[in-house]
């Protein structure tokens, strides 16, 4: 496909943008060794996207802030694709749907760094996935022992390169936003391409390429999972609930998050974890039993007892054999949790010598469920992800030959970076 000529970049003043002081960008300035454009109006973004729609490929990242609002507010969204390097002020031009799109359409590929946020991004605005999506946050867990490394770790790892290390601390919603910030957000998609290269080389090169590709499916269809399933189960507090407080916090927890949204605010702002679980326990649908509870004092609370009130109701109403919580498991056997400690450690120990991350590969709960599925005490329903895909070829042997002692693990050089020798006869 022919590649249009790089005409001359320009950086525009940021929406608000001021001439005197902080380094503040104006049009033609060059503000960084390089040069970028920065957009801040409509007619900027539809050329941006024009200029992209050739590209087999597009680099993004964004900078958000996430504390204040129900979702992440985007404040910038930086981009690089061949001949382009742009940054866009979101706040200027907020409908970005076009550019979502564009990461859709069938022979793209989407690269990023630790994109779950950008995943939601575009879920959120066109409940649509990246035609073809590229982690290098995960492909460096394929191919190296650290995971998960950040941007400019990634960069001196692969590309022996350095990064730019300020403004981290940035408020990415003040305006106007001076040369450094703008050159700071530019640089975490300035070697996105490079690094996707160069990290698909090395998973080609070690036989990684459909592991690469199976993470990407299941992390996307995780992602996707968690904007449509509520997870009400991840209040901290449930330990020890029966099953109708369960269905009582349950309850509880979509009446906070539909509030929330209706209020554009962070869930845990319109009521904490520790007073979803204290209601539960009370089991009580009076307001003034509602308002009782310490920590319910507040004068803004006293607007949404009603709400409370007929949550609380809901999960009282639930019938005995509907309430979540019921489903009935064998007890693990207590040598359960070592067992998964030590074959954990084992396969770490493999995974290192592999060129291979052990924390992608799984932690030691996920090693735990292993076990219990070999032993015959998993009753899920789904398969341990130690048992399935590209994990299984890794773990399956290993944990195998080590529980019919056909492996040992003994301790070789202390000094060495890996100590642990896996002895395996026959091998």
């Not at 005409?7 to 390089?34: D, T």
């Amino acid at each position: 496909m022919s590649r249009r000529p790089r005409r001359p970049s320009r950086v525009h003043r940021p929406a608000g943008a001021g001439a005197a002081g902080g380094g503040e960008s104006s049009v033609g300035e060059m503000p960084h060794e390089g040069g970028f454009d920065v957009v801040t109006n409509d007619a900027q973004f539809r050329e941006l996207v024009r200029r992209l729609a050739d590209q087999p490929h597009v680099a993004f990242d964004t900078e958000f802030v996430s504390e204040h609002t129900y979702r992440s507010q985007l404040c910038l969204l930086q981009v690089a694709a061949p001949g382009v390097l742009a940054v866009v002020d979101t706040l200027a031009v907020p409908e970005l749907d076009a550019f979502w799109r564009l990461l859709a359409e069938p022979g793209r590929t989407t690269v990023v760094h630790a994109g779950r946020e950008e995943m939601g991004f575009i879920l959120h605005a066109i409940r649509t996935r990246p035609a073809t999506l590229f982690d290098v946050q995960v492909a460096a867990g394929l191919v190296d022992h650290d995971y998960p490394a950040g941007y400019a770790a990634i960069v001196r790892r692969f590309l022996s390169l350095p990064t730019n290390k300020g403004e981290t601390r940035t408020d990415w919603r003040k305006r106007p936003l001076t040369t450094a910030q703008l050159a700071y957000a530019v640089d975490d998609v300035r070697h996105l391409e490079t690094l996707w290269r160069t990290l698909g080389d090395r998973l080609d090169r070690l036989g990684r390429t459909a592991w690469m590709q199976e993470e990407m499916a299941s992390w996307q269809d995780d992602v996707e999972e968690s904007f449509v399933r509520k997870r009400w189960r991840r209040v901290s507090g449930l330990n020890g609930l029966s099953r109708r407080e369960l269905a009582l916090v349950r309850e509880l927890w979509h009446w906070r998050d539909q509030v929330a949204e209706e209020r554009d605010m962070p869930p845990r702002r319109v009521l904490r974890d520790d007073l979803l679980v204290e209601l539960a326990k009370r089991k009580s649908a009076e307001e003034r039993d509602i308002a009782a509870v310490r920590g319910m004092q507040r004068s803004d609370l006293r607007h949404i007892l009603g709400g409370l009130a007929d949550a609380l109701q809901r999960g009282l109403a639930v019938p005995d054999d509907e309430c979540p919580g019921g489903e009935r498991h064998r007890a693990p056997p207590p040598q359960l949790a070592m067992l998964g400690q030590f074959l954990a450690t084992a396969v770490a120990g493999m995974c290192r010598q592999m060129a291979l991350a052990p924390a992608l590969v799984g932690t030691s709960s996920d090693m735990r469920d292993l076990l219990a599925h070999k032993l015959g005490y998993h009753a899920g329903d789904r398969e341990p992800l130690l048992a399935t895909g590209w994990r299984r070829g890794v773990v399956g042997d290993l944990v195998d030959d080590l529980l019919a002692g056909r492996a040992s693990l003994r301790i070789g050089d202390v000094r060495s970076h890996d100590p642990l020798v896996i002895d395996r006869p026959g091998r």
